[in-house]
């Protein structure tokens, strides 16, 4: 009897969710980062990055939705109609959204403002869509819940890397305070803190993410 409970102990996978939570997370955050390899919900990236401040109060956001809105669609995903499944998850990453649009306008209207309607505008990005409909409708909770935290926490580093460089070429600052240093000798490039600056960023950004992670293995047969 001790052997065949060791015999199990042994063969059952280790870690979150049988070993699935880390390969979810690595998968979500690096492998398929929903902006730097797949290109979705690009529109905030090139929108909101003028300043890393709003890119990381954005990017908080995000995650905030797709850890929610896939736990409550995993949850429901057996009693939820399959014909009325997307006015379902519309509806879920709605109430999330407003929850945290009402935080911003509640105890941080300043950026509450500034922001927007992009934060609204979540209700139709698709990575978060896509999360709830390709992943959480079909998992467990848990892992649901790991994946929307992997794949808002791979857009949000990428838009905190575009808002920190546009931010620091186009006005010599960091988060609203000039850095003596840089300032005494670099000029500020107006260009990226504009529209045509956000397109630049992210199409670098993008290329270093291909270049660090290499082709796709069918791409090398």
Not at 23 to 32: D, F, Q, S, V
Not at 178 to 193: G, H, R
């Amino acid at each position: 009897m001790a052997d065949k409970q060791l015999a199990c102990a042994v063969c059952q996978p280790k870690g979150i969710c049988g070993g699935k939570g880390l390969l979810t997370l690595k998968e979500g955050a690096w492998g398929k980062n929903p902006l730097a390899i797949q290109v979705l919900g690009i529109c905030s990236a090139l929108a909101v990055t003028n300043r890393l401040e709003n890119s990381l109060v954005m990017g908080a956001a995000l995650i905030f939705v797709c850890v929610g809105s896939n736990l409550i669609v995993s949850l429901l995903r057996k009693h939820t109609p399959h014909r009325i499944r997307m006015v379902a998850e519309v509806a879920i990453i709605a109430t999330f959204v407003i929850l945290f649009d009402q935080f911003l306008k509640a105890f941080y209207w300043d950026m509450s403002k500034q922001l927007g309607p992009y934060v609204g505008l979540i209700i139709t990005n698709c990575i978060v869509m896509g999360r709830a409909e390709a992943f959480a409708l079909q998992n467990p909770p848990v892992l649901s819940m790991v994946d929307g935290l992997a794949n808002g926490i791979g857009y949000a580093v990428v838009l905190a890397i575009i808002g920190f460089f546009r931010e620091l070429l186009g006005t010599g600052e960091i988060l609203g305070h000039k850095l003596p240093v840089f300032s005494e000798w670099y000029t500020p490039n107006q260009l990226m803190i504009l529209a045509p600056g956000a397109f630049f960023a992210l199409g670098i950004v993008i290329a270093i993410f291909n270049v660090i992670k290499g082709p796709a293995p069918e791409e090398n047969k």
